[in-house]
């Protein structure tokens, strides 16, 4: 098929296209009223950012989604953002901005294919079914046509899947292997199932750390859908707060985010809480696709002992075996995650870069990347806590 047929549009808000049109790019798997492969890519979700001021004007992440069209239908789409800054993407570039303009360049604005502040794999050239192979190409070239034409230094896809990767790179982005720590759920009937793929000592070490989780004095409850309620945000927005303001130096999302996600987001997501002496003291919260949970946002009031690990980590794993899920991704970085049964795993992301030195010189340094994340993960795999047998036959 002819790509000239194929028109390109840029949105400035996902309300400049209707939810179900979207969705019908973004998770046609959900058209039967199933979950979604992966809810970030979903209407309600972008909008969500959107609405509640997450992204958009004082953020550095302005909405410039692209839409692909053929005789008047859509057949593609794109969450990107113009961004004038490299914060809430963890595909990490600051490097490449520094040495780019230190060399006299201008790195900002760039043009970011991504979901905002969300570090977990999917995709994000969102096709119709039937439309895959053209509608990604047409996406991509449009990506970089409205890079060229308002002088961007670059385009970022970032955490995409790895076949997006393959066939980005098959027409001309370059692409970056980093890696995560996922946990892998194989067939396991129960928790117990899964220690017993463990070495003694992993295993005596896990239990161990949830018994001291679990006797902190309080009780853990896991709350989903019309479970959840607005005083739990209110808690929640304290705890959020406080490791945002810890780990990167302000929160990225607002508070009317959550407010906007509980009206239209309740059964994609499941809050774990701890609760002691009738108050809140902790909760991790996780939004769940049609085969993966997704641990996103931590936060605590009080601290106990190993009570993060149990409340991120371990119940995201008790949901998993309990729904059937099939992996659990635990957010950015933590090689802590490695004994606790999370497995490093590859992510992906696409490039490309205007100025062909600047671009060769990145192509140089992906190459050797690559060769150090293989290597980086080949080591950890062996020194996790699976037993060896159990770790030569980990997907």
Same mark, same amino acid.
């Given at each position: 098929?002819?790509?000239?047929?194929?028109?390109?549009?840029?949105?400035?808000?996902?309300s400049q296209i209707p939810a179900a049109e979207w969705d019908?790019?973004?998770?046609?798997?959900?058209?039967?009223?199933?979950?979604?492969? @992966? *809810?970030?890519?979903?209407?309600?979700?972008?909008?969500?950012?959107?609405?509640?001021?997450? %992204?958009?004007?004082?953020?550095?992440?302005?909405?410039?989604?692209?839409?692909?069209?053929?005789?008047?239908?859509?057949?593609?789409? +794109? *969450?990107?953002?113009?961004?004038?800054?490299?914060?809430?993407?963890?595909?990490?570039?600051?490097?490449?901005?520094?040495?780019?303009?230190?060399?006299?360049?201008?790195?900002?604005?760039?043009?970011?294919?991504?979901?905002p502040f969300t570090p977990a794999t999917g995709r994000r050239?969102?096709?119709?079914?039937?439309?895959?192979?053209?509608?990604?190409?047409?996406?991509?070239?449009?990506?970089?046509?409205?890079?060229? #034409?308002?002088?961007?230094?670059?385009?970022? %896809?970032?955490?995409?899947?790895? =076949?997006?990767?393959?066939?980005?790179?098959?027409?001309?982005?370059?692409?970056?292997?980093?890696?995560?720590?996922?946990?892998?759920? #194989?067939?396991?009937?129960?928790?117990?199932?899964?220690?017993?793929?463990?070495?003694?000592?992993?295993?005596?070490?896990? #239990?161990?750390?949830?018994?001291?989780?679990?006797?902190?004095?309080?009780?853990?409850?896991?709350l989903t859908g019309a479970e959840l309620r607005p005083e739990?945000?209110?808690?929640?927005?304290?705890?959020?707060?406080?490791?945002?303001?810890?780990?990167?130096?302000?929160?990225?999302?607002?508070?009317?985010?959550?407010?906007?996600?509980?009206?239209?987001?309740?059964?994609?997501?499941?809050?774990?809480?701890?609760?002691?002496?009738?108050?809140?003291?902790?909760? +991790?919260?996780?939004?769940?696709?049609?085969?993966?949970?997704?641990?996103?946002?931590?936060?605590?009031?009080?601290?106990?002992?190993?009570?993060?690990?149990?409340?991120?980590?371990? #119940?995201?794993?008790?949901?998993?075996?309990?729904?059937?899920?099939?992996? %659990? $991704?635990?957010?950015?970085?933590? $090689?802590?995650?490695?004994?606790?049964?999370?497995?490093?795993?590859?992510?992906?992301?696409?490039?490309?870069? =205007? @100025?062909?030195?600047?671009?060769?010189?990145?192509?140089?340094?992906?190459?050797?990347?690559?060769?150090? %994340?293989?290597?980086?993960? $080949?080591?950890?795999?062996?020194?996790?806590?699976?037993?060896?047998?159990?770790?030569?036959?980990? *997907?």
């Open positions: 098929m002819d790509q000239a047929q194929i028109e390109i549009r840029v949105l400035s808000s996902l019908a790019c973004a998770c046609p798997e959900a058209a039967d009223g199933g979950r979604p492969l @992966d *809810p970030f890519t979903t209407h309600r979700f972008l909008a969500a950012l959107e609405d509640s001021g997450s %992204v958009g004007t004082g953020t550095g992440w302005h909405p410039q989604h692209l839409t692909a069209h053929l005789d008047g239908m859509l057949i593609a789409a +794109a *969450p990107a953002y113009a961004k004038s800054h490299s914060q809430g993407e963890y595909i990490f570039d600051h490097n490449w901005a520094h040495a780019y303009e230190r060399a006299g360049g201008r790195y900002y604005p760039k043009l970011q294919i991504a979901v050239f969102l096709t119709r079914p039937g439309y895959e192979r053209i509608g990604l190409e047409a996406l991509a070239q449009g990506a970089v046509q409205l890079a060229e #034409r308002n002088r961007i230094s670059s385009v970022h %896809v970032t955490f995409c899947t790895g =076949a997006e990767a393959e066939a980005g790179a098959a027409v001309g982005l370059m692409a970056r292997r980093t890696q995560q720590f996922h946990w892998l759920n #194989r067939g396991y009937a129960d928790f117990d199932g899964f220690l017993a793929d463990l070495s003694s000592r992993k295993r005596k070490t896990i #239990r161990k750390e949830r018994r001291q989780a679990n006797g902190f004095g309080g009780t853990i409850r896991t739990h945000w209110d808690a929640f927005w304290i705890f959020y707060q406080d490791t945002g303001a810890r780990k990167w130096g302000s929160p990225y999302l607002t508070r009317a985010f959550f407010d906007i996600a509980h009206e239209t987001m309740a059964d994609d997501m499941t809050l774990v809480l701890a609760e002691r002496d009738g108050r809140p003291v902790a909760g +991790a919260l996780n939004f769940v696709g049609r085969d993966t949970i997704y641990g996103r946002y931590w936060g605590c009031t009080e601290h106990h002992p190993c009570l993060h690990f149990e409340l991120c980590y371990y #119940r995201a794993i008790d949901i998993a075996i309990a729904q059937g899920l099939d992996r %659990v $991704e635990a957010g950015a970085q933590g $090689e802590h995650k490695l004994a606790r049964g999370y497995l490093p795993a590859e992510t992906h992301s696409l490039h490309w870069v =205007a @100025d062909p030195g600047f671009a060769e010189a990145i192509a140089r340094y992906l190459e050797a990347e690559r060769d150090a %994340v293989g290597e980086e993960i $080949e080591l950890l795999t062996e020194y996790g806590p699976f037993k060896k047998t159990q770790v030569e036959e980990q *997907p």
